[in-house]
């Protein structure tokens, strides 16, 4: 065999890594629901909900509760599917998180009641680009 | 008034821009294939159309600019990217915040570039221009801003307000103009941000031109000869762009909230993948020049550079990358337009090597392994690897978007942590680089035998093994995969500086760039590896004091909540938030906010008090002072070492009405070490909520708590005169004197009770610092009292995070390092095509 089969057959080798890699380690969007099943088979992967806040009547954000330092807070999300969800992020609050029009919380369950988020995506309305979007990522 | 004409001009000079490249391609193409008899007065032609091309090109940009610079916010784009408020620098920023002005400053280089072209080359004139005016007509019509019933070609910049806007006041005044325009982007209100864009900018529009080169070889049939004049190119448009990637790194570092230089975002991973193709593309050039080899492994890596810019700016510009990139463009609608763009060269330049394939020279020979092509090639396929490793997972939105095109669904999401994804790949990627180069540079003169190898590889080796060894001791670098990235680094390090010495030594400096280079990238390797791997988080909180719930203890909390003025202790340092300051025009500090009082006019404020630093008195009590910036606050935090203050840092933040909080970090910049400070969230300062009144009685002399601060009511005084106000004959004024302690710092309150008349008048004193209002409720001169009202609210505070990135300066100079040597190619190489063109071997 030549020297240049040998390296082409490496190079497919490692494509091949790259690819099952690169699928395996690709994250999905799911809801809170399809979230929850796969976190009681033991699926821990971090995955993508879309959503928004859960919000009252006139409007206003409820169930956003920030601890005592401030440091972290924990919100009530609703799914595409209108599944209700308390997430709980390690970080403060973003600014203008209440006005977020559109949430992506980026994490798994931690138990079947909480939902931790280790990176939100929030989409704000702005004046005139309404896909304005801001990382609460840190 | 609105100024229609400038919009006007600029309109007309796009247009005049798209049909004089469509002319200037179509000549330059007479002009090539004509006889050598026509040939001259085609060339006049072509470069007169060139010529007004490129006046329409640069009016373009004069005309944008001036309606930026002149504030004429009836035009959507000054109303959107720009304010008054800027100063000229930023403007220049505001001017390339919105796609279209990319665009032009796209046209713009590709101009300049072409231009040079024109007047340095001679027979490639003509083909390789007829590629670039192609080019140029696919940009212009990006921003050509046209409508035909219902298809949109490109979105102009010359618009006005009132067609975008549906605002009910354009239905009653057409002509209304803003007072004021958006603003721009404050994270890109940074210097980093005027520069940034315009190189990398540079760096695109470059790879146009070894692109054009292979073009006109494949097409005239001179399959090998573009590679001379397309080297230097090629060099040149590498240096720039990883210039402008390290600057874009370098802006997100010092401005970004990260909390790092690289995040691997979609849009950092869409430059650097063409990057990472276009230097494995000038490796097997340089090899095809000295030995006739990989000449179609080149031809494919120039045409990927080139595609892989343009599908770049697609996945930035189209929207297609929506939720999962943080900072990708608004669609404009241009998708279409970037996509017909794209696969118009892919499928030229296919057809073109199609055509030509079989008469491309290969060589038959097998390469020794002990030949320097061998290991260029290795390391050329290594960048291809590296690029197809990153492209992969960053093109996932648009696999879900070609599925949902057919009507499928996906749900398929970028990698969750993607800085943990890709550097688990790339690391090891660059040891296998770092460890080609080293090697791969001593079959420098001429292929050597294994025992020779052998030998001069000998020592190089041995001194790395110290050098690691002492980085690894000095560094405590005890995780075996960071041991074998320093091995690798010092390894690349020392056995190409073996070689910078022996070419300096024998031959001439111009020879050393890719030693330099790789030096750098040794360097860059063991930076990267410091800073990334053992970044640490100091702002954890050490008091003890702590308010976990249970369940949290095993997640980190890397933020801290500091109290104003009170001391906290994290790991290494005491820190002390001191409050909130501005930046003033022409003070060498930065001054507190509370001396500053704002008015109508925009970045202007009266001085409550004298602003004095050191000795010199800046401004007066009263004076009108100059602001930077003045929604940016700087939130001054001492750091404390063994009850000695160290040093302070001012992170900055902007509460913006669009974005939310905005902030910028602070560091201390060591030799050895960066500490990195950033502000993630801030009290609401502005507008309290005041709590219900206290009341509370003090006589002169006596103390009581005030929001949990001991207060010093010291006593009373009349006052002669009182400031804003003119006493009349018979008023009283009485001003209480309190001294308010919080921590090590006393403030004074002086609220003041006016009689009038039998008329009583308040003035509380507010202090926002410490979140209190007092008044002065009412004087009780039997009982020698004053009765005192007052209101609480929050005292301020910031939550902030805090980490220590050490030997960043080891990734800076690495990547200064690799610049050099990147020029010094250039230089090279340069030389070589104009000796060559000189002697008419071009």
Redesign the interface.
Known sequence: M???HI?GLG?IA??IL??V??IG??????NFATAKAMALNGND????V?GGLKKDGSGSVVGLEV??????FTFLMLDSEGQEQQVYY????????A?AEQV?V??SY?NEELFVA??I?M??P????E?????A?? | MINTFVGNLGHFMVILAFVSSLVTAYSYYRYSVASPLDKPSWQRFSRIAFYIHAIASVSIAVALFNIIYNFRFEYFYAFSHSSRSLPIHYMVSSFWEGQEGAFILWIFWNVVLGLILIHTNKSWEGPVMVVFALVQAFLVSMILGVVIGDLKIGSSPFILLRDVSNAPIFQINPDFVPEDGTGLNPLLQNIWMVIHPPTLFLGYASTLVPFAFLMAGLWTRRYHEWIRPALPWAIFSAMVLGMGIIMGAYWAYVTLNFGGYWNWDPVENAVYVPWLILVAAIHTMITFKRSSTALKTSIVLVIASFVLVLYATFLVRSGVLGDSSVHSFTDLGLSGQLLIYMFFFLLVAVWLVARSWKHIPTSTREASVYSREFWIFVGATTLGLMAFQVILPTSIPVYNAIIEMFGGVSNMAPPADQVEFYTKFQLWFAVALALLTAIGQFFWWNKINKKELKEALVTPYIISLVVSAIIITLGKVYDISYIVVVLAGAFTIVANATILIRILRRSSFKLAGGSLAHMGLGLILIGVMFSSGYSDVISINMSGLTYKKDWEDELNKENVLLWINKPLQMKGYDVIYRGRYKKVRGVSEYVKADKLASTDQVNEAIALEDIVVGDRLYYAKGDTVRVVLEENSYFKVEYYQDQKHQFTLYPMSQPNPTMGLISSPDSKNFLSQDLYTHVSAINDYEEPEWKEDQIFEASPGSDFFMNDFVTRFEGGEVLDELEGFSLQEGDVAVQANLVVLDNDVEINLKPVFLIRDNRVGRIPDVNHDLGVKVEIENIVPEENKFVFKVNTYQKDYIVMKAMVKPHINVLWAGTLLMLFGFCVAIYRRYDEFVKMRDKGLE
């Open positions: 030549k020297k240049g390296l190079v490692i494509a790259i690819i890699t690169s380690d690709a994250s999905s969007y799911e992967n971090p995955i993508h879309v601890s005592e330092d401030k440091t972290s390690n970080e403060p609050v973003p600014a203008d998180f006005r992506v980026i994490g931690r280790d990176k995506l989409k704000c702005s004046k005139y680009q896909t304005d979007l801001q990382s990522s840190l």
